[in-house]
């Protein structure tokens, strides 16, 4: 390695580099600076990856890693960094790991005590929640939705009553389908943002409750062409709405107290209403 190499990175060492999601301008002089200098660069794509190292005039060695062979190639690329090589790791686009190949190696490489370097920059989800006007303090990734129907449905009903901002990631020839089965177990009011071609040209950003966001799409078939974030606001239960843990108490207690304590207690304890605790108690326990 050069000396300029050597200011550059740390050998040994395993650097994870976002690159652009969609607009070149995005990516970071320390990206640029680390894909220049390491001694190789392993890429889910090396055809994919080559071009960005050629717009940006960089010429380091490529390897390829990918899903079916990550598994496999993981020791070998151990073993160079052992030996001292250092790599960076790269997807197509975004942040490696992130619904894209590089945990298997990332975790061999921790465990076996090898440097990892995360680089911040690009990444679709971040990118289209802090434009959709959704709620961000807490949220919770779920990658990729299964490809068939069954699947999808099954995933939406895990969901169905989870507070956090929900996001997805759907291809365009899929997203119909989705929406279709997500509305079949949301429901038309749940609001949801699709966010597509994000930092490219024709970026869209709109929300619209469930219902009115499907016909939307089919106004234009413009609007299903690119990769697409989909977010789904979290579930906000009804202030009237019982919790099952509440009836459970109130049940409970109804054995042992009058039913009018009985739920006042229960009330208390699970933040509900004490008078439709009373009520429901009126019509299923006396």
Same mark, same amino acid.
């Given at each position: ?147 068939? =129907? *069954? ?7 895990? +969901? &169905? %009553?989870? @507070? ?107 933040? =509900? *209403? ?7 108690? +009126? &019509? %299923?326990? @006396?």
């Amino acid at each position: 390695m050069s000396e300029t190499n050597s200011c550059a990175v740390d050998v040994a060492t395993l650097y994870i580099v976002p690159t652009p999601i969609g607009n070149l301008a995005d990516i970071t002089q320390r990206a640029l600076d680390v894909l220049a200098n390491v001694d190789l660069i392993a890429a889910e794509d090396t055809r994919h990856t080559s071009r960005l190292l050629s717009h940006f005039s960089i010429s380091t060695r490529t390897f390829a890693l990918h899903d079916h062979n990550e598994q496999q190639k993981a020791d070998f690329l151990i073993e160079k960094l052992q030996a001292g090589t250092s790599i960076a790791l790269v997807s197509d686009a975004g942040t490696p790991l992130i619904s894209d190949p590089g945990y298997h190696l990332v975790n061999r490489c921790r465990q076996a005590g090898v440097k990892v370097v995360p680089l911040p920059g690009p990444c679709a989800v971040i990118t289209a929640l802090s434009g959709a006007g959704l709620p961000s303090d807490r949220f919770s990734f779920e990658g990729f939705l299964p490809p068939k =129907s *069954k699947g999808r449905r099954d995933t939406f009903t895990s +969901l &169905e %009553n989870d @507070e956090r901002t929900l996001i997805f990631y759907e291809s365009p020839h899929r997203i119909l389908d989705s929406l279709a089965d997500m509305l079949a177990v949301l429901g038309p009011e749940r609001q949801v943002v699709l966010a597509r071609e994000l930092t490219k040209t024709y970026e869209t950003i709109h929300g619209a409750p469930l219902g009115e966001l499907i016909p939307w799409l089919n106004e234009d078939s413009n609007r299903l062409r690119g990769e697409m974030v989909v977010l789904v606001a979290g579930h906000r239960a009804d202030k009237t709405e019982l919790s099952p843990e509440a009836l459970r108490t109130v049940t409970l207690l109804a054995k042992e107290l009058p039913l009018k304590k009985a739920a006042a207690l229960a009330a208390e304890i699970h933040s =509900s *209403k004490k008078n439709a605790l009373y009520k429901w108690g +009126l &019509e %299923n326990l @006396e």
